[in-house]
C-alpha cells in the first residue's frame, strides 16, 4: 500500500477528520536529502478535526505523530498543518 494510503486510513482511524489532504511532495526535493526515486519521501498533511480541540500546538503534532506510528521513521520530512 502506498504510504499516502497508510498515512490517510491512520489519520482517519485517530482523528475522524473534517478534513483531511495529504500531498506526496517528494518531486519538488529531487536532489536534496532524503529524496528517493519514485518519490513517498515528503510529505504535507493538512488536517481538521475536533480531537485536536485544546491541545496546543506541540501536543498536536505528537498526536499526529502517534497516529502515524511506524510511517514516521520511513519518510524523510513531514509538514503538518493540524486545527479544530
Known amino acids: 500500500m502506498p504510504i499516502t494510503e497508510e498515512m490517510r486510513a491512520r489519520l482517519q482511524a485517530a482523528f475522524a477528520p473534517t478534513e483531511l489532504e495529504i500531498s506526496d511532495d517528494s518531486e519538488r526535493h529531487r536532489g ?5 526515486e519514485g518519490g513517498e519521501s515528503h510529505f504535507s498533511v493538512h488536517i481538521r478535526a475536533a480531537a485536536f480541540a485544546g491541545m496546543g500546538r506541540v501536543a498536536r503534532h505528537r498526536a499526529v505523530h ?17 486545527g479544530t
Do not use: M, W
Open 66 to 82: 502517534a497516529a502515524l506510528g511506524d510511517i514516521v521513521p520511513r519518510i524523510h520530512a513531514l509538514a503538518l498543518d493540524i
Open 32 to 36: 536534496h536529502a532524503g529524496y528517493r
